[in-house]
């Protein structure tokens, strides 16, 4: 569900080659000119030569004088095809200067995207995404007749980081957390922050309750390893709560806060997990 970086349009790109193309093509016809206006030159001196040492050659003197009128049609074309290629140089150049240009945008479309849907910290999607896949999910939900299920997750015990070993480690083990998350997440599967310590998980096309119970141990097993940071190692452990479309509600809002009231009861009996009641 994540968005490819968009490039420059064909349509663009196909227009700066053509140009580049006749450019190349008039670049060759000049050349070609050119040779046939030093080879015309050439002939006219030749025959201006032969005329000079001989008399009444009146035809040839028609001739030469025709050749020297072609000369300077030949030499006016490579003038005006001289012209013709500057100009194509610097539409080329403007093109290639817009390429340019609308790469940079792009790449700049696609990083304010992914800042809008993103958190700025973890990387992960943020709430407003997760919203969205949840609702798309809850639809097809509804359709198919599957069910679904969200995950809340909260770290235990994670202001204590902040408070003995600051900000800087609470993020590193944010960080960490969320790579771990990341690599739990199944492909149609979303996981997002959703503020400080805490996480949503969504489990779409979820199945039995065993298999949701498989995922949240997984993702328990994956988070509470030990953390590798500069101080040092840290263990840090999550409390999941577990809603299930449609048994513990039909909207988005009903599943989120089941499964916010099923982490605290997880928390309050450190049992690691709990499904909402």
Same mark, same amino acid.
């Given at each position: ?6 490039? /420059? ?40 030569? $032969? ?13 030469? +004088? %025709?050749? +020297?009128?072609?000369?300077?049609? /030949? ?15 610097? $539409? ?7 390429? +340019?240009?609308?790469? $940079?945008?792009? !790449? ?24 969205? *896949? ?5 639809? !097809? ?7 679904? =299920? ?8 994670? %202001? ?37 310590? $805490? ?50 509600? =039909?909207?988005?809002? +009903?599943?989120? %806060? ?18 909402? *009641?």
């Amino acid at each position: 569900m994540k968005n490819e970086p968009g490039s /420059v349009t064909p349509d663009v790109a196909a227009h700066a080659k053509a140009l580049t193309r006749v450019l190349g093509q008039s670049e060759q016809v000049k050349l070609l000119v050119e040779e046939c206006a030093d080879e015309l030159s050439s002939v006219n001196l030749a025959l201006k030569e $032969e005329v000079a040492g001989q008399k009444q050659l009146s035809g040839i003197e028609d001739a030469l +004088e %025709k050749t +020297e009128a072609i000369e300077g049609k /030949v030499l006016e074309a490579a003038d005006k095809l001289s012209v013709v290629n500057q100009a194509l140089e610097v $539409e080329v150049e403007a093109r290639h200067v817009l390429e +340019e240009r609308l790469a $940079e945008l792009t !790449q700049e479309e696609e990083a304010a995207r992914h800042a809008a849907f993103h958190d700025a910290l973890t990387g992960l999607p943020n709430r407003a995404l997760f919203d969205n *896949r949840l609702a798309h999910a809850l639809a !097809q939900a509804r359709r198919r007749g599957w069910s679904l =299920a969200v995950m809340f997750m909260d770290l235990d015990d994670f %202001k204590k980081i902040n408070d003995v070993h600051g900000h800087d480690v609470g993020d590193a083990v944010l960080k960490t957390v969320a790579a771990r998350l990341q690599e739990s997440t199944r492909a149609d599967d979303t996981v997002c922050r959703h503020g400080g310590d $805490e996480f949503l998980y969504l489990l779409v096309a979820s199945g039995e309750v065993g298999d949701v119970t498989h995922v949240a141990e997984k993702i328990a097993r994956a988070i509470a390893a030990p953390c590798r940071l500069d101080i040092g190692e840290l263990r840090i452990s999550p409390s999941i709560g577990i809603s299930i479309f449609p048994k513990d509600g =039909a909207t988005a809002f +009903e599943l989120i %806060k089941r499964a916010d009231a099923a982490m605290y009861e997880a928390k309050r009996n450190r049992s690691g997990h709990a499904f909402a *009641r």
